[in-house]
């Protein structure tokens, strides 16, 4: 039969060329949503390890179990939906407890954090920034001077979370077995300033303590203005 004319063969390589750039560029799409869905679980493993939280067996493996409030629910199916996460949690229908599945990752995260069924190190590398958000948001507790949030930490891991949250944030975390956090306007701020998700700042405004809501407002009128100043 013989090659194809030239016009022929320059149109095939043509279509050749497009659909292999085409395969790249999509396949590189695929792998860089899959990372970021396994950092977001990370996250959100890390963020309940520092919460209130217990380690269970199952059959297939270790599962991670943790109680909030009834009203913060929806701010945690914000984040299962958010980050794709719905297949990796469960509820318990019995006890009303939540659970991350056993995976791959909890078992990772575990292996570095864990010995036995109790937390005994913080890995930094893996205490990134959405983390901290996530934990705050889904166990921390509104109270008058700051925000509280209950955990199981031993004396000395919290001593080292207060350190990397000052590091972090700038500001206080106050140790005993339930930990305060204030100022907590650095916190709300910065989620401003970072677009966090809408469900996640609108609890951070909820949480934050009423007598620092005036200095954020004067600093938030400050921002719109100097962007106003510099959009002209």
Known sequence: MGLPHRKERTSALLFCGVFYFYSQTNGREVNRLLDKKREHLEDMIVAILLGNSKITHK????????????????????????????????????????????????ENVLKNWVLGDKVEV????????????????????????????????????????????????????????????????????????????????MELTYLLPFKEKEGIKKLVMEWENERATYAY
């Open 59 to 106: 059959p297939n493996g270790r599962c991670l179990c943790f109680k909030i409030d009834d009203r913060k629910t929806d701010i945690l199916y914000s984040y299962l939906e958010g980050f794709r996460l719905e297949d990796q949690f469960n509820i318990d229908t019995w006890t009303g407890d939540f659970y991350v599945k056993p995976s791959i990752m909890l």
């Open 122 to 201: 913080i890995d930094p590398l893996t205490l990134r920034l959405n983390a901290y958000y996530i934990w705050i948001s889904l166990f921390g507790e509104k109270k008058p001077n700051g925000v509280s949030i209950l955990t199981n930490l031993d004396s000395s891991l919290q001593y080292t979370l207060t350190e990397l949250f000052y590091q972090q944030f700038g500001t206080r975390v106050y140790q005993g077995n339930t930990m305060h956090i204030k100022p907590f306007s650095p916190i709300v701020l910065h989620a401003f300033k970072s677009n966090r998700p809408l469900q996640e700042s």
